[in-house]
């Protein structure tokens, strides 16, 4: 089932440089103004995961990206990691076909997790991120039964700027997406 949109970003301007903008005209004021207000930042997909059943589920997250260069979205370039009962649990990458990356995750009955999908900045040489796509949700290996869960995905991102003493924290957002039928409860079978 389609669940919603998503798009990982690593050291993207919020601004555009000034020389990348078609401005003849621009000043050395603009550009000296432009280049202080521009920020990066670093934005992930979260996903909080509720089992509503008496049921373990396992569940299968497929990432499909609509642009792809071979070796965007890969294990050298995204962390994958579920977040339930306090722990950081590293999720390793079940397939892959060309544009898709699928991940499965066990959810315990009537427990909540995260699904945190990041660009991991101590794997990536390449000097900037953009990756988005959409996300579909399935049950593994399921009996026919119809389970209830809640999804909540959102973005959550770090706004930065570097400078000569280093990166200084800037500011910090998290906005809900939408999910495709409008709504968190979601019944799979």
Same mark, same amino acid.
């Given at each position: 089932?389609? /669940? ?110 995260? /699904? ?74």
């Amino acid at each position: 089932m389609l /669940l919603s949109q998503f798009e990982l970003l690593l050291n993207k301007r919020q601004f555009p440089k000034a020389e990348d903008l078609e401005l003849p005209d621009i000043t050395p004021i603009q550009r000296a103004t432009l280049d202080t207000l521009s920020r990066e930042v670093i934005q992930g997909y979260f996903l909080t995961i509720s089992n509503l059943s008496k049921l373990e589920i396992v569940l299968m997250f497929t990432f499909t990206v609509a642009i792809e260069p071979p070796t965007i979205f890969d294990e050298n370039t995204v962390t994958v990691v579920f977040d339930i009962d306090g722990k950081n649990i590293p999720i390793n990458l079940a397939s892959k076909t060309f544009g898709t990356r699928n991940y499965s995750i066990t959810v315990p009955p009537k427990d909540t997790g995260l /699904l945190i999908v990041q660009p991991n900045p101590l794997k990536i040489t390449e000097e900037e991120i953009e990756i988005r796509g959409y996300v579909n949700v399935s049950i593994f290996e399921n009996d026919g039964r119809k389970i209830d869960l809640l999804f909540t995905p959102e973005h959550r991102a770090t706004f930065y700027k570097r400078n000569d003493s280093g990166i200084e924290k800037l500011d910090q957002i998290a906005y809900a997406l939408p999910t495709t039928t409008g709504g968190s409860l979601f019944t799979l079978d």
